[in-house]
C-alpha cells in the first residue's frame, strides 16, 4: 500500500506560477497528476517514469506544465506557469508501482484556484 500526499494549492492570480508536490510513503514506478474542474470529468495532466527516463503530457497541456521527481525522496512535482482561470480544478497526485496497468494509488487532492 503507497500513501500519497499532495501540498502546493491555494489561490493564485492568473498569470502566476505554482508548483505542487506529492510524496509517497514507498517507491513508487511511475507518478501522474491528474486534475478534475467543477462540472467536468477527471483528466490527466501529465505522467513521469521511474528516474524521470520517460514522461506524457496532455497535448493540449503541453508547454505551461512540468512534471519532474526527486526519487530520493519519493517525490513528484507538478510546476504550472501562466496560470490561467481555466486552470481552477483539483489536482491529484496517482501512483503505480509496476510498469503498465492502472493508476491505483491516488492521493486527497489539493485545489488550485486562479483569480481573473
Known amino acids: 500500500q503507497v500513501r500519497l500526499v499532495e501540498s502546493g494549492g491555494g489561490l493564485v492570480q492568473a498569470g502566476d506560477s505554482l508548483r505542487l508536490s506529492c510524496t509517497a510513503s514507498a517507491r513508487t514506478f511511475s507518478m501522474a497528476w491528474f486534475r478534475q474542474a467543477p462540472g467536468k470529468e477527471r483528466e490527466i495532466v501529465g505522467e513521469i517514469s521511474w528516474s524521470g527516463a520517460t514522461t506524457y503530457y496532455k497535448p493540449s497541456l503541453q508547454g505551461r506544465f512540468t512534471v519532474s521527481r526527486d526519487d530520493t525522496k519519493n517525490t513528484a512535482y507538478l510546476q504550472i506557469h501562466s496560470l490561467k482561470p481555466e486552470d481552477t480544478a483539483v489536482y491529484y497526485c496517482?501512483?503505480?508501482?509496476?510498469?503498465?496497468?492502472?493508476?491505483?494509488?491516488w492521493g486527497q487532492g489539493t485545489q488550485v484556484t486562479v483569480s481573473s
Open positions: 496517482a501512483a503505480k508501482v509496476v510498469n503498465g496497468g492502472q493508476y491505483n494509488y
